[in-house]
């Protein structure tokens, strides 16, 4: 028998499974927030090379995010296609361009 917290945890959980499947099948790349210290520069990192491509996820995410060195845990986030912005970390051109962009936003 599950306690309440742990009835809460798995509705939450089956919720959020169901939001990025729908996410997911609308042809949009769905990220989900899911540790304390997870900042758009290590998802940016992980997701395009380069660190200075966050503020293209912050762009296309910034109605969720109030702050872009802050992001809540179980927040979804949308991931930018690399062409929707020109995303190239092996293009200096490209990485420049995010920085100057970013930062704008700090």
Do not use: C, H
């Not at 989900?32 to 996820?57: D, H, M, S």
Request: hydrophobic share 40%; net charge neutral; no cysteine.
């Amino acid at each position: 028998r599950l306690s309440a917290a742990a009835r809460s945890r798995a509705k939450a959980t089956q919720y959020l499974d169901r939001r990025m499947d729908t996410l997911l099948e609308s042809g949009q790349k769905a990220y989900e927030v899911k540790v304390v210290k997870e900042t758009l520069r290590l998802i940016a990192e992980e997701k395009f090379g380069n660190r200075e491509f966050w503020v293209y996820i912050y762009l296309k995410n910034k109605d969720k995010i109030e702050n872009p060195n802050v992001v809540a845990v179980g927040t979804e986030l949308i991931i930018p296609d690399s062409s929707e912005y020109d995303i190239d970390a092996s293009d200096t051109q490209s990485v420049a361009k995010a920085k100057v962009l970013g930062d704008d936003f700090l």
